[in-house]
């Protein structure tokens, strides 16, 4: 039997038996109340050494295990669980009763990307219970495809050489389980109906089907017929296959997957991993690092992205917008010189949400007379395309070297979706959407002005081919959607 796949959160294809998963929240604890405190305690304790030791050996895990690390130390959160306790609450009703306050507070919110963080905290309880518990994990000597109503990114970093493929109920594209899943070059998908008696599957993204219980000329047929599933560029002469990171350990991958270089290094995060505004000589061993690591593939830096969902106790922002750099000049002045101070043709510099052609005038002038200031080179400045202004008055923009389309904000702006539901978008607003950039492709074009897009769009396969049909050849996407990038290139490139 033949399923339609949901949704894909990570492309790939997998055969092989299906193991259904449950997992229970059960707690063994003792009665009397400081016994309870001290097997808290030691749980919390446990569970702090195991992610310490994680962080070790696991980069890539870093935001994960940071966020569990975070609740764990948190004040707030121990005091509550403690005062539960000692109003005669089981250790379970007191961790359960504190992390259901989290999850509602978090579930509440508009962005979805917060929302999927519910799962995270889910996954912290259930990493306290199994040191409440004092267990050993579950050890497996043979592979699976897991079904179960939801992955924990414990579970699945725990069992990683076990797992082959996903199948859950529910998932989100930016959950961590979903970015691990890509991570690992683990399939992983979101299926509404029930498979029923099934005892092996095939997943295959690529035909958005799950087949149940398939014949061996059905596996010959699906194996044959899915586009290679190894984690590294196909040939693409002509087209750049660029990506978006956040840190310099994404590195590794974007040299290990094939890519060409970063079409979008997101200088941000590393304002947000810190209480004070970094200096310019920590952000230049950053930028630096990060470009000597590419050995030589050109390198996008954009300015700081903030406002909104990003805010920053020590910066004036309360929306996304180009007014940020004004009303906070040190700090723009600040990361533009460390940039430049890398001093190298490679690079360029990218800014975000701009609106006129007065902005990015402005904007560009700035960067070119600190360069002059400081003997530096200019290198090449462009923008991110993300407004309907910008989009309705792209021929006023002649003075850039670059575009970037930014899906996500000029995808929520076009059409009311949310920027972390991109995934959702329907086939009437994708050919709309592909209808206005066409005119982006020509001015470009006529003007030689460099044209990519960098939105989570470009990591879905389908889209990107359509990218690639009216005549966009860069795409930048995260590491992990090099699978997604080589099934459009390839599909692409059979039509010809």
């Known amino acids: 039997m033949n399923y339609d796949i949901t949704d894909i959160l990570s492309d790939g294809f997998a055969y092989g038996k299906i193991k259904y998963v449950a997992f ?42 940071s966020f569990q690390e975070l609740i764990f130390t948190d004040p707030l959160f121990i005091q509550e669980v403690n005062e539960k306790i000692d109003n005669n609450y089981s250790i379970k009703d007191s961790i359960d009763f504190v992390f259901n306050n989290f999850s509602l507070e978090l579930a509440k919110s508009n962005s979805i990307y917060l929302k999927e963080r519910t799962i995270d905290i889910e996954d912290a309880l259930k990493r306290l219970i199994i040191n409440l518990n004092d267990l050993d994990i579950e050890k497996y000597d043979d592979q699976f495809i897991i079904y179960t109503k939801k992955l924990y990114p414990t579970y699945l970093i725990n069992h990683k050489n076990n797992i082959k493929g996903v199948i859950v109920h529910e998932g989100g594209y930016t959950s961590h389980s979903a970015i691990l899943c890509r991570q690992l070059n683990i399939p992983f998908v979101v299926l509404k109906k029930e498979i029923n008696d099934a005892k092996t599957v095939i997943i295959d993204t690529v035909l958005k089907l799950i087949v149940s219980n398939p014949s061996k000329k059905e596996v010959e047929f699906y194996s044959k017929n899915t586009i290679t599933n190894e984690k590294c560029a196909v040939s693409h002469n002509g087209y750049l296959f660029l990506a978006n990171i956040s840190n310099n350990y994404e ?130 400045i462009g923008m991110m395309l993300e407004t309907k202004k910008c989009l309705d008055n792209i021929e006023d923009f002649i003075n850039t070297d670059f575009i970037s389309i930014g899906t996500n904000d000029l995808v929520s702006e076009l059409y009311s979706i949310n920027r972390d539901e991109l995934i959702s978008i329907n086939d009437e607003q994708i050919n709309d959407l592909l209808k206005k950039l066409k005119k982006v492709v020509s001015f470009c074009g006529e003007n030689n002005i460099s044209l990519s897009v960098c939105g989570e769009l470009a990591s879905i396969s389908r889209i990107a081919e359509a990218f690639y049909d009216i005549g966009i050849k860069d795409l930048s996407a995260s590491p992990e959607a090099i699978r997604s990038l080589n099934i459009a290139f390839t599909n692409f490139m059979n039509k010809k």
């Open 24 to 65: 229970n929240n059960e707690i063994n604890e003792d009665n009397d109340i400081c016994l309870k405190k001290e097997a808290f305690k030691n749980a919390l304790k446990k569970s702090l050494e195991q992610i310490n030791e994680l962080k070790k050996t696991n980069n890539k895990l870093y935001n994960y295990l």
């Open 251 to 380: 590195i590794e991958n974007v040299i290990k997957y094939g890519f060409d270089g970063v079409g979008l290094y997101r200088t941000e995060m590393l304002f947000m991993n810190s209480n004070t505004m970094p200096s310019s000589e920590e952000q230049y061993k950053i930028y630096n690092e990060a470009y000597k690591m590419l050995e030589g593939r050109p390198i996008c830096f954009r300015t700081f992205d903030i406002g909104d969902d990003k805010k920053l106790s020590y910066m004036k922002a309360n929306k996304k917008g180009v007014e940020n750099y004004y009303n906070n000049k040190v700090a723009f002045i600040t990361q533009v010189n460390a940039i430049l101070k890398i001093n190298s043709d490679s690079l360029k510099i990218m800014f975000p949400m701009i609106e006129s052609k007065e902005e990015f005038d402005t904007l560009k002038k700035w960067v070119c007379d600190l360069a002059r200031d400081n003997n530096y080179k200019i290198p090449k």
